[in-house]
């Protein structure tokens, strides 16, 4: 009889283990208009992270994919591409991507079979890019039906891409595993899905992005061991053709995370602080809108609706991370604590 009593004890305590361990009940949300802040994570620990700020309310929500999906989000999450109704978030070093609904972070679809994705340029409800750090190849995929589709061959890696007319420009950021020197924007023909042209610029091109007028803006920043001075460059979108070439006056500064205002007419990069410029200046600005302050900041986001700027900090790239709310005129609104290296923001409205 008592050996009968200390099974039941011992079956259960089990049983309540057992009921400790399960997950909790999935949440729904229904997301107002807001930002997406992608977590990277450290590297291979699998503990990236999805946060999101509504913007009105002041509403923070952490852990937002693993609190509706029930599955973490990965090994470095590296970007994030919102279209239509969709979200997608890049997962690097897990070479997948996830395709998640705007309003209520469900997951609706996943692209895998990728080595090293970094981000994806979407061109129609048939075909999206998807850049490569490892692979020398862009992947060729469809948003809709989250398929595989074919590969452009370039020989090189492969970073942040735009879209003007029928040309993708893609930035050839690392040289890692390529023999090539990376000073180049590549372009490719989205009608052929072929590597056209690479039209040289500075030592690496760490950011590019798209203006009013077809022109766009490539950030260098001279290389990892201050090779050359870090360069700005404005070319014409319809032809390649370089514009102007702006080059920074301190061979160890190091700008990077281009960026441009919902109109498409302003600028905003970071040199330790954040400058802006307009897309019609001749120089580079001498004074940043935004000081440090003691904070270092690692990645930044310009709202397209009122050009707010913000700016993460990876503190030690070990615990949570924080983003800082800025007015266009610099001054700080809102300060949050996030997941582990905040890296990415994609706007939701």
């Given at each position: 009889?008592?050996?009968?009593?200390?099974?039941?004890?011992?079956?259960?305590?089990?049983?309540?283990?057992?009921?400790?361990?399960?997950?909790?009940?999935?949440?729904?949300?229904?997301?107002?208009?807001?930002?997406?802040?992608?977590?990277?994570?450290?590297?291979?620990?699998?503990?990236?992270?999805?946060?999101?700020?509504?913007?009105?309310?002041?509403?923070?929500?952490?852990?937002?994919?693993?609190?509706?999906?029930?599955?973490?989000?990965?090994?470095?999450?590296?970007?994030?591409?919102?279209?239509?109704?969709?979200?997608?978030?890049?997962?690097?070093n897990?070479?997948?991507?996830?395709?998640?609904?705007?309003?209520?972070?469900?997951?609706?679809?996943?692209?895998?079979?990728?080595?090293?994705?970094?981000?994806m340029?979407?061109?129609?409800?048939?075909?999206?890019?998807?850049?490569?750090?490892?692979?020398?190849?862009?992947?060729?995929?469809?948003?809709?039906?989250?398929?595989?589709?074919?590969?452009?061959?370039?020989?090189?890696?492969?970073?942040?891409?735009?879209?003007?007319?029928?040309?993708?420009?893609?930035?050839?950021?690392?040289?890692?595993?390529?023999?090539?020197?990376?000073?180049?924007?590549?372009?490719?023909?989205?009608?052929?899905?072929?590597?056209?042209?690479?039209?040289?610029?500075?030592?690496?091109?760490?950011?590019?992005?798209?203006?009013?007028?077809?022109?766009?803006?490539?950030?260098?920043?001279?290389?990892?061991?201050?090779?050359?001075?870090?360069?700005?460059?404005?070319l014409?979108?319809?032809?390649?053709?370089?514009?102007?070439?702006?080059?920074?006056?301190v061979?160890?500064?190091?700008p990077?995370?281009?960026?441009?205002?919902?109109?498409g007419?302003?600028?905003?990069?970071?040199?330790?602080?954040?400058?802006?410029?307009?897309?019609?200046?001749?120089?580079?600005?001498?004074?940043?809108?935004?000081?440090?302050?003691?904070?270092?900041?690692?990645?930044?986001?310009?709202?397209?609706?009122?050009?707010?700027?913000?700016?993460?900090?990876?503190?030690?790239?070990?615990?949570?991370?924080?983003?800082?709310?800025?007015?266009?005129?610099?001054?700080?609104?809102d300060?949050?604590?996030?997941?582990?290296?905040?890296?990415?923001?994609?706007?939701?409205?």
């Amino acid at each position: 009889m008592k050996k009968l009593i200390v099974l039941l004890i011992g079956l259960l305590f089990i049983f309540q283990a057992c009921k400790k361990d399960e997950l909790p009940e999935q949440q729904e949300y229904d997301l107002a208009k807001g930002v997406f802040i992608i977590n990277q994570g450290t590297f291979n620990s699998a503990n990236a992270s999805l946060s999101y700020f509504e913007t009105d309310s002041k509403k923070l929500i952490n852990n937002l994919f693993m609190g509706v999906n029930k599955i973490p989000l990965g090994d470095v999450a590296q970007s994030i591409t919102l279209w239509e109704d969709k979200a997608f978030i890049v997962i690097n070093n897990s070479g997948v991507v996830y395709c998640i609904n705007r309003k209520n972070a469900q997951i609706t679809g996943k692209i895998s079979g990728l080595a090293s994705p970094r981000n994806m340029l979407i061109l129609n409800s048939q075909k999206a890019y998807i850049s490569d750090l490892y692979d020398h190849y862009i992947s060729i995929v469809n948003p809709t039906t989250f398929e595989l589709t074919g590969t452009i061959e370039l020989n090189r890696s492969s970073e942040e891409m735009v879209l003007i007319g029928t040309k993708a420009y893609v930035a050839n950021y690392s040289a890692y595993s390529q023999d090539l020197k990376n000073d180049v924007v590549l372009v490719v023909d989205t009608e052929t899905d072929k590597l056209v042209d690479t039209i040289k610029v500075g030592i690496e091109p760490n950011s590019i992005v798209a203006d009013k007028d077809n022109n766009f803006w490539v950030l260098c920043s001279g290389g990892y061991l201050n090779e050359e001075f870090p360069t700005l460059w404005k070319l014409n979108g319809l032809n390649g053709e370089v514009l102007h070439t702006f080059t920074f006056d301190v061979l160890q500064s190091n700008p990077s995370g281009i960026k441009i205002n919902g109109l498409g007419d302003q600028l905003f990069f970071m040199n330790k602080g954040v400058y802006s410029m307009s897309v019609s200046d001749e120089s580079l600005p001498e004074d940043p809108i935004i000081v440090p302050g003691g904070k270092f900041f690692y990645t930044m986001g310009i709202d397209p609706q009122n050009s707010d700027i913000y700016l993460s900090d990876a503190l030690d790239y070990t615990q949570n991370g924080l983003v800082y709310r800025y007015d266009v005129s610099g001054t700080l609104s809102d300060s949050l604590e996030v997941g582990i290296i905040p890296g990415a923001f994609g706007f939701n409205y």
